[in-house]
T-cell receptor
Framework: NAGVMQNPRHLVRRRGQEARLRCSPMKGHSHVYWYRQLPEEGLKFMVYLQKENIIDESGMPKERFSAEFPKEGPSILRIQQVVRGDSAAYFC??????????FGSGTQLSVL | GEDVEQSLFLSVREGDSSVINCTYTDSSSTYLYWYKQEPGAGLQLLTYIFSNMDMKQDQRLTVLLNKKDKHLSLRIADTQTGDSAIYFCAERGSSGGYQKVTFGIGTKLQVIP
């Protein structure tokens, strides 16, 4: 049973470009969470999704950021018009029933 | 809202015990977790405890929970250099109508050979 898969592992974008981060949850998991980790800081919750629904997006900036978890395919975290301050590690986690979260290896986003 | 606090840094000598502490504010917490993050990697679930338990032991790991004081600790016996990592405390509690998991900032454990 493969773990939570995130890709790409590293993503480099220039200011103003779009970043698309993908997360395939563990098999059988219908809950997906996105977290952001800045250097020397902890994990900041961004958004919690179930299949085709956003349950809690209270940690996600209102502008430029969006997330989806379609019926088929991976969850996508999309950042439009990236700025240098978006540079961070973005982690995805999944669970079956919100009990234990299993994390992917993260996507390191670097904005030049 | 809910909050989880941890100290930022802990240094111990190889072979000694490490104790990492955490406090939380959510009185509705049902589960409390310890995750480990090695450099360049994601978070790995180490252990967890139900809020109606006081202690849980798993090999070299001992988790103690004081629910009255909302204090959680992780003790690592016979600490090894491979234990060097960041340790995150997390709690699962009711927030916004669902059981939300909130993480602390992480404690960086440095093991000195």
């Amino acid at each position: 049973n493969a773990g939570v898969m995130q890709n790409p592992r590293h993503l480099v974008r220039r200011r103003g470009q779009e970043a698309r981060l993908r997360c395939s949850p563990m098999k059988g998991h219908s809950h997906v969470y996105w977290y952001r980790q800045l250097p020397e800081e902890g994990l900041k919750f961004m958004v919690y999704l179930q299949k085709e629904n956003i349950i809690d997006e209270s940690g996600m900036p209102k502008e430029r950021f969006s997330a989806e978890f379609p019926k088929e395919g991976p969850s996508i975290l999309r950042i439009q018009q990236v700025v240098r301050g978006d540079s961070a590690a973005y982690f995805c986690a999944s669970s079956t029933d919100n009990e234990k979260l299993f994390f992917g290896s993260g996507t390191q986003l670097s904005v030049l | 809202g809910e909050d989880v606090e941890q100290s930022l840094f802990l240094s111990v000598r190889e072979g000694d015990s490490s104790v990492i502490n955490c406090t939380y504010t959510d009185s509705s917490s049902t589960y409390l977790y310890w995750y480990k993050q090695e450099p360049g990697a994601g978070l790995q679930l180490l252990t967890y405890i139900f809020s109606n338990m006081d202690m849980k032991q798993d090999q070299r790991l001992t988790v103690l929970l004081n629910k009255k004081d909302k204090h959680l600790s992780l003790r690592i016996a016979d600490t090894q250099t491979g234990d060097s990592a960041i340790y995150f405390c997390a709690e699962r509690g009711s927030s916004g109508g669902y059981q939300k998991v909130t993480f602390g900032i992480g404690t960086k454990l440095q093991v000195i050979p």
